[in-house]
């Protein structure tokens, strides 16, 4: 029984100096517990863990984009579910980033479009951005994607900050403070749709502004990463006609010095796997590696890269 013991102990140990068996232990960024991303990051991780030997990845909660790139430009998580724009601010060192480009930051490809909604309490008479003068609004965490979203619109509508009560809070917040009756509107960038206007459309009702005619066309003018979408009627309770608004990418994201190989393979697992991967989170049916190689402006990993010209895509 002794020698049995330590023969296997010696084996487990040969193993574990030749990396044979050695688990690869990565985080992914994702987002709030309320947001798209960590739902669907929680799908790409179990996806890499399930089809790749010896993987082992976590979908970590955080404050989403920004702090995101941060966090794999530091090594502090090598994946990252990211907006397109704030990935461009961060690889150029502009915008919230304020002349500090992250160096360490490369794409993988975008994943599903990512749209701008604006949502306000039914009682609140909003029936536009312009009505929001004002009002006590929630523009997403502080140096989030979506503060800066909402900054970039409001340009287009001749707003600032200092026309709203700006509040600093997360998609769950947000929506609690409309319910409660603290907070008049918010601004959701996210997949549609999104939990949390879903509960509160269910709970309090809410009512949908859009983004169209002129104005929008000149926040897509400055601001190249924003493409017009529509919030289909009846995405939300109560909402039942079609809603114009602006959508930019969510983008995986990677900490640019992991090894080829490894990304090469989680690239692969993804777009090899897509219909788990839709049957798994409604987003992944809108994954496809025909648009991941779209919007982005931010140099592909060389291992994403291999995947995609094995495509003929690059």
């Known amino acids: 029984m002794k020698r049995s013991f330590f023969g296997a ?33 929680g799908v790409l991780a179990n996806l890499w863990n399930t089809k790749i030997e010896n993987m082992n990845v976590t979908a970590q909660s955080t404050g989403a984009s920004a702090e995101n790139l941060r966090l794999i430009n530091n090594g502090d ?3 990252a579910i990211v907006q ?53 609004v929630s523009v ?9 979203n909402v900054k970039q619109i409001f340009e287009g509508y001749g707003m600032t900050f200092d026309d709203i009560k700006k509040n600093n809070l997360s998609f769950k917040e947000s929506a609690e403070g409309i319910q409660n009756g603290t907070l008049d509107a918010c601004f959701v960038t996210a997949g549609v749709p999104n939990a949390a206007l879903q509960e509160l459309a269910f709970t309090a009702g809410l009512v949908l502004i859009p ?8 926040i897509m003018s400055k601001y190249g990463y924003y493409t017009k979408t529509v919030i289909p009627g009846g995405t939300y309770k109560g909402t039942d006609s079609d809603i114009d608004a602006l959508a930019i ?66």
């Not at 798994?280 to 010209?309: I, L, M, N, Q």
């Open 9 to 41: 102990a010696a084996i487990a140990a040969l193993l574990s100096l030749c990396g044979c068996n050695e688990k690869k232990n990565y985080i992914l960024a994702t987002g709030g517990t309320s947001g798209t991303y960590y739902a669907f990051g």
């Open 77 to 79: 998580a090598e994946y």
């Open 84 to 136: 397109n724009d704030v990935m461009d601010y961060a690889y150029n060192g502009t915008d919230m980033f304020n002349g500090t480009a992250l160096t360490n930051i490369a794409s993988i490809g975008t994943l599903y479009p990512e749209v701008v909604q604006i949502a306000a309490a039914k009682s609140s008479g909003i029936k536009s951005i312009h009505d929001l003068r004002g009002k006590r």
């Open 140 to 148: 997403g965490d502080a140096g989030s994607g979506v503060e800066f």
């Open 211 to 218: 983004v169209n005619g002129k104005e929008a066309d000149e």
């Open 249 to 314: 990418k969510a983008t995986l994201a990677v900490n640019k010095n992991v090894d080829e190989n490894t990304v090469y393979e989680m690239t692969k697992a993804i777009f090899e796997n897509l219909e788990e991967l839709g049957n798994s989170h409604a987003k992944g049916k809108e994954v496809s590696a025909d648009s991941a190689v779209t919007g982005v402006s931010v140099p592909f990993h060389p291992g994403a890269e291999r995947y995609y010209k094995e495509l003929g895509l690059k």
